[in-house]
């Protein structure tokens, strides 16, 4: 948030240009409100089953994937799937270059996990190659984990380079696919990662508060079940077999899960990831466009940029407050830089319910907040 005072009524008619919670449909809002919902009962036996396959056959395939669906938001899918891939007195190779690289080495040291790093500037993609080394430098290597698509930056990692590298190892690829399912290329079937995080509220347009991991049907299962349950609550072995006989081990988000549910049909309906990737695409050509024409500086050199997140650099003089208080007075939300990247740059996000004329619209807005400053 800016450091400005909010008015004391928030605003439900802005544009979110921030990734994630995105805007979403009438429909996938209206379904929140559906009614309430016993857990235990076989219509949200139903419900879950839903989600699960409609997850796997979207994303993946019901062949090489099952899922497991958690109340929890995106960093709850990563810590589950990163404490549950590591046996007793291995390790983890966590790559890092982003904020949410940093965030994986953080919960490593929090799990008391043993991690090597592989680290890279925010601006550059990891290299295959050095993941190589690295697994050949350090044979106690469990789990290699890495972010697809880092929000950070708006920067895609090599994931397919990286999983036929870890294919040949006896580590599993773990992603933090978060940012990045339903409209990140490649498609997550040519990664062969074996645990995928993914969050429903960002590029599968549902509300906040469901996450999920895909676990792959070979390696990812075995490890899952052979790697101790290091947390009560995210214990994927646990989830994974409960889910199976369409049970929960907690109490979920019944509501948030409903919409959920609708989000996936939603995104079925509309010609599911090859769809998206085309909308999303055509979304950020528009944007990028647009900040070329007006100047704008954009942080990611291609082909490395993704389709959904643009780190942009702020016009000299331009602070972020500045630039964000007067967006959102004209009805537009955009997001600040993290870390070393603030003070510097501010993101812009077109993920979510959004057309290219709103995008067009927010562009012009930009122009005129930039233009007699
Ligand atoms: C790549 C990535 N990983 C993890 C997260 C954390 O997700 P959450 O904020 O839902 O916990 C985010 C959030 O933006 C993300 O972009």
Known sequence: ??????????????????????????????????????????????????????????????????????????????????????????????????????????????????????????????????????????????????????????????????????????????????????HEEPGLPQIRADLVCGTANKGLHGLPGAAFVLVGRGKGSSRVQEAPARSLYLDLAGHLRAQRAGDVLHTPAVQVYQSFDEAIKEFREQGGYRARVADYRARSALLRAGFARLGLEVLVAQPHRSNSVTAVRLPAGMTYDRLHDALKKRGFVIYAAQGRLSGDYFRVSNMGELSLRTLSRFVSELEGVLSPW
Not at 21 to 49: I, K, Y
Not at 70 to 93: D, K, N, P, Q, Y
Request: net charge negative; charged share 25%; proline share 4%.
């Open 1 to 182: 948030m800016s450091a400005t005072a909010e008015a004391a009524e928030p605003r439900t008619d802005l544009v979110l240009l921030n990734p994630g919670p995105a805007n979403t449909s009438e429909r996938v809002r209206r379904a929140l409100g559906r009614g309430d919902m016993c857990h235990r009962e076989p219509e949200f036996a139903r419900l879950l089953g839903s989600i699960r396959e409609g997850l796997v056959e979207t994303l993946v395939s019901p062949d090489s994937h099952e899922a497991v669906v958690i109340s929890g938001s995106g960093t709850a899918a990563v810590e589950m799937a990163l404490s549950s891939s590591v046996r007793a007195g291995r390790a983890a190779l966590v790559l890092n270059n982003g904020s949410y690289g940093e965030r994986i080495s953080r919960m490593c040291t929090a799990q008391g996990l043993k991690s090597y790093e592989v680290t890279e500037d925010w601006d550059r993609p990891i290299a295959s190659a050095r993941v190589a080394e690295a697994l050949a430098a350090h044979p106690d290597i469990d789990a290699v984990v890495g972010v697809m698509h880092e929000t950070t930056s708006g920067l895609l990692n090599p994931m397919e380079e990286i999983g036929a590298v870890v294919a040949e190892s006896d580590a599993v690829l773990v992603v933090d696919a978060i940012s990045a399912t339903g």
